[in-house]
């Protein structure tokens, strides 16, 4: 009988030890969707003979994310904003005659949709939850039109007495690359189902290549976006 009766008692603690960790998971979980506006900041690569400088900008990201416990969270993401890219010689060269120097310039208008899925760590204390982000995803550069101009200065360099400038058409391409994304943040509650988004995110992918008279550098070059927003919990 009192054998019966111990296992009796660990039986109903093992089961409000369970009911209690599903109780604090429940409380721990969030459902919600986000909308931010941010702005993507960039820094210019070189490579292959080529200069290449991406343009800043402000876009908007839209998100939806799920956290069932601190280290079980994940979200998909969509983003949009401007990506101008200007491609140009990195270095111009005279040669003995200064009349065949020369150097050109193409800017691209472009737009960037970035599509992601990432990990999502968190704490949750108070009406606070802070959080880190890794993910992967694909980012589409797509060029707003399907020639792009072309400048070319004749006798462009500091030696040469005169000058000319022509200017041309180059066919444009979109550029679809992998995309590595990092970053933290933290969820503000305000109300039961509304709250305020801090973040910043990281991106790290190969410069695009939206030219065919320019090459790509080839380079890794990296985009950093701090964001405010608001999320709708469910």
């Known amino acids: 009988m009192l054998i019966a009766m111990k296992k009796s008692k660990w039986s109903v603690a093992f089961f409000?030890?369970?009911v209690f960790n599903l109780a604090v998971a429940a409380?721990?979980?969030q459902t919600?969707?986000?909308l931010s506006i941010y702005g993507a900041f960039h820094g210019s690569t070189n490579g292959?003979?080529?200069?290449?400088s991406p343009s800043n900008s402000a876009g908007?990201?839209?998100?939806l994310r799920h956290i069932s416990n601190p280290l079980l969270g994940y979200d998909v993401s969509y983003s949009f904003n401007r990506d101008n890219q200007t491609y140009s010689n990195s270095s111009v060269v005279c040669p003995v005659s200064p009349s065949s120097c020369?150097?050109?310039?193409?800017?691209v208008s472009a737009n960037a949709h970035e599509l992601t899925a990432d990990w999502v760590p968190?704490?949750?204390?108070?009406?606070?939850?802070p959080f880190g982000l890794v993910g992967v995803g694909l980012l589409l550069n797509v060029p707003a039109a399907g020639q792009a101009t072309v400048t070319t200065v004749s006798n462009g360099c500091p030696m040469c007495a005169l000058s000319s400038l022509t200017t041309s058409t180059s066919p444009?391409?979109?550029s679809t690359k992998p995309v590595f994304v990092y970053g933290a943040g933290l969820d503000w509650g305000l109300l039961p189902h509304l709250g305020l988004r801090l973040q910043y995110r990281g991106n790290l992918y190969k410069a695009p290549n939206l030219t065919k008279i320019f090459t790509s550098t080839g380079q890794f070059t990296h985009s950093a976006e701090p964001m405010i927003g608001a999320y709708l919990r469910f």
Do not use: I, K, P, Y
């Not at 292959?48 to 290449?52: I, L």
């Open 16 to 18: 409000a030890l369970l």
């Open 27 to 29: 409380a721990q979980a």
């Open 32 to 34: 919600d969707v986000a």
């Open 48 to 52: 292959n003979g080529v200069e290449q």
């Open 60 to 63: 908007g990201m839209l998100e």
């Open 102 to 107: 020369s150097s050109s310039t193409e800017s």
């Open 122 to 129: 968190s704490l949750h204390f108070a009406n606070l939850r």
């Open 172 to 174: 444009t391409q979109t």
